[in-house]
Structure formats: structure tokens, C-alpha cells
């Protein structure tokens, strides 16, 4: 099986630079996925690692560590509209690609 | 249609009713994904499908739910005699696994099914 853990709650100031950490441990490896949620809405995709390393895109980015079990998500120059909860997600190896989801972090951007 | 779409988006039932809640995919997505979301959780995985068959249920709580997508499209989540602790928004997503990209999931909107 597998497990996540990521903090319960984020708090920033507009403008600035956030991390937001997630470990987990699984028997066997395919993917990590980060999803935002906003309230009331559904989770939608932000990032996609599979191999070690940093992958950008615009404001967000995403980095993997597979010896480690770690993973993080960055988003700079916070916006308000940043507020949301952030999901990390782990697909196993085994052939049903089910992404299993940590319990998120609750991101509170303040002006 | 354009995205995943989820209905009935809100349910309140009393205790020990029968409730089905609809997904209908993304066109052409094999994958289908059922999972329950509490407030201040995660996606708790249920059910997955590839194509018609259940690839696998190993989520679902116990024989209380049930689901079908008998053609392949369109998914029906069944629940008998609901429980309180059933109350929870059920998220479906689809999605196309193939060699060329990631596979990720594309969520509906969600059924929030509150169990009186």
C-alpha cells in the first residue's frame, strides 16, 4: 500500500515564494501528482513527476526525490486567488494506475 | 462533453434509502475513477474501471456499495441502505492512459450526498 503526509495548513503573504512538502512510501513507484482543490470544486491537475528533478511550469513547480520518498510543490509571486488545498498523489506500480491522495494542505494566503 | 460531468450535485436522503449517483467521462477516456472525499480530506480511493469491468474495487467500503458502467461511458455509483457515515462529496474522474502522457485524472464536480 501506500502513505502520504503533507502539513495540515500553509500560511503566506501575497507575493511571496511557498513550499508545500509531501513524503510518501509505497512498494513500488509510477508517478506523484499535485492537485489544487478550491472550495466546493472539484481537484484539477498542476503537475506530473515521474523521474527526480524540478519541472516547471509558470508559477508552480514541482520537485521529486524517489531515493528519499519526497516531493514538493513551489508557487511563487502568491496570488489571492492561490488559496485553495493542495493534494500530492502517488500512482503504484502493478498495473491499475490508481493515484492514492495524502490528505492535503490547507493554504491560506493573506494580503 | 467537455469535461466530467456528476449528477445529481447535491443528495439528501434519509437513512436506509437506496441512492444512485451518475458520472458521464470525458469522451473517449477508458479510465474511470470513483472516490469519496470527507471535508478536510483527501480523495479516498472506491472503485476503478477500464472499459466495462471493475479492474478493480478493493476501495469500496463494503457490499452496501456497488457500481456499474455497463457500456463502457457512463458510470452509476450505487449505495443501499445508507448509512450517516455514508454523508461525503462522491468525486468521479476519467482518464487515457497511454505511452504519451501522464495519465492524470480529470475530476467532476462532485455528488455531495448528505445521509439524515
Known amino acids: 500500500g501506500q502513505s502520504l503526509e503533507q502539513p495540515s495548513e500553509v500560511t503566506a503573504v501575497e507575493g511571496a515564494i511557498v513550499q508545500i512538502n509531501c513524503t510518501y512510501q509505497t512498494s513500488g513507484f509510477n508517478g506523484l501528482f499535485w492537485y489544487q482543490q478550491h472550495a466546493g470544486e472539484a481537484p484539477t491537475f498542476l503537475s506530473y513527476?515521474?523521474?527526480?528533478g524540478l519541472e516547471e511550469k509558470g508559477r508552480f513547480s514541482s520537485f521529486l526525490s524517489r531515493s528519499k520518498g519526497y516531493s514538493y510543490l513551489l508557487l511563487k509571486e502568491l496570488q489571492m486567488k492561490d488559496s485553495a488545498s493542495y493534494f500530492c498523489a502517488v500512482r503504484a506500480t502493478g498495473g491499475s494506475y490508481i493515484p492514492t491522495f495524502g490528505r492535503g494542505t490547507s493554504l491560506i494566503v493573506h494580503p | 462533453g467537455a469535461g466530467v460531468s456528476q449528477t445529481p450535485s447535491n443528495k439528501v436522503t434519509e437513512k436506509g434509502k437506496y441512492v444512485e449517483l451518475r458520472c458521464d467521462p470525458i469522451?473517449?477516456?477508458?479510465?474511470l475513477y470513483w472516490y469519496r472525499q470527507s471535508l478536510g480530506q483527501g480523495p479516498e480511493f472506491l472503485i476503478y474501471f477500464q472499459g466495462t469491468g471493475a479492474a478493480d474495487d478493493s476501495g469500496l467500503p463494503n457490499d452496501r456499495f456497488f457500481a456499474v458502467r455497463p457500456e463502457g461511458s457512463v458510470s452509476t455509483l450505487k449505495i443501499q441502505r445508507t448509512e450517516r457515515g455514508d454523508s461525503a462529496v462522491y468525486l468521479c474522474?476519467?482518464?487515457?492512459?497511454?505511452?504519451?502522457?501522464?495519465?492524470?485524472?480529470?475530476f467532476g464536480e462532485g455528488s455531495r450526498l448528505t445521509v439524515l
Open positions: 469522451s473517449g477516456h477508458t479510465a
Open positions: 474522474a476519467s482518464s487515457e492512459l497511454t505511452g504519451m502522457n501522464t495519465g492524470e485524472l480529470f
Open positions: 513527476n515521474v523521474l527526480d
